[in-house]
């Protein structure tokens, strides 16, 4: 993007649009292809042509959500012959995303999971209006759909979502808490250790994309989640467990490993244990863990 203004509405909202496209798509990497893309549409406007949009927000937010939703339906195909599981890109966050609790819960990968079980429509009313709170009347203007099919859209992405969302609330300190025990129950091949901090019915989803080595179908309970993590230390002498914040949240990523694929973690606690663990070794979706995604409502 050349140089612009930096009062320019694009620069001004760019963090929002960027978050918008992220939460519809799932991709770090398709949400910036998707806000260069917005860029293009803006700049090709022209500076006359932008000085007469009345709501630069609004009209941004329009144009970012079309664009999502065209790669979103776009994808629908890719994504249902990826090998194993499809798990979002883990983004790397500031400490402040947590202090947001809303934008925290919109990010987290326990959300971004659940997103990925909407149809894309469904799934663009849910975040423009329950993470957002774009107007009905915006939103419908963006999808091309009467305000009260959007409406409707929205009470069902709403029922479906609070049915799959996990229901503790959990403070940051005590999800901080968990999961240093967990990582070090990890890092010490400590078996009871990952026992005493995994849920019973704790999942552990992995995605390696059929590039990276992983488990192709979710591993369910904690004795077998507990004996898979516990070989940690076997995986070589330069691997290496880093407390990192991903999606707002504690989070890991391992480096080192002998199969020269590192991988990020996350985590969902729920009363005081770890009920979901979700591992990404996908090396196409690890490659921004070094940069603190641009994150705003």
Known sequence: ????????????????????????LGSAAEAEDVVQETWIRWDAIGEAGRAEVREPRAFLVRMITRKALDRLRADARRREEYVGEW?????????????????????SFAMMTVLETLTPTERAVFVLREVFDVPYGEIADALDKSAAAVRQIGHRARGHVA??????????????KVVERFLAAVTGGDLQGLLDVLAPDVVLVADGGGIAQAIINPVLGAKKVANLLRTFPKFGAGAAVLPVQLNGAPGAKIVGLDDGHDTAITFVVEDGRISRIFAVRNPTKLGRLDLEAPLSR
Not at 1 to 24: G, N
Not at 88 to 98: F, G, I, K, N, S
Not at 163 to 176: G, I, N, T
């Open 87 to 107: 798990l979002p890109e883990p983004l790397l966050t500031a400490p402040d995303v947590a202090d947001d609790v809303e934008l925290a819960e919109s990010v």
């Open 1 to 24: 993007m050349p140089d612009v203004a930096p009062d320019d509405p694009f620069v001004v909202h760019r963090s929002l649009l960027f978050t918008v496209a992220y939460e519809m």
């Open 163 to 176: 049915a799959r969302r996990p229901r503790m609330e959990v403070s940051r300190s005590e999800q901080q």
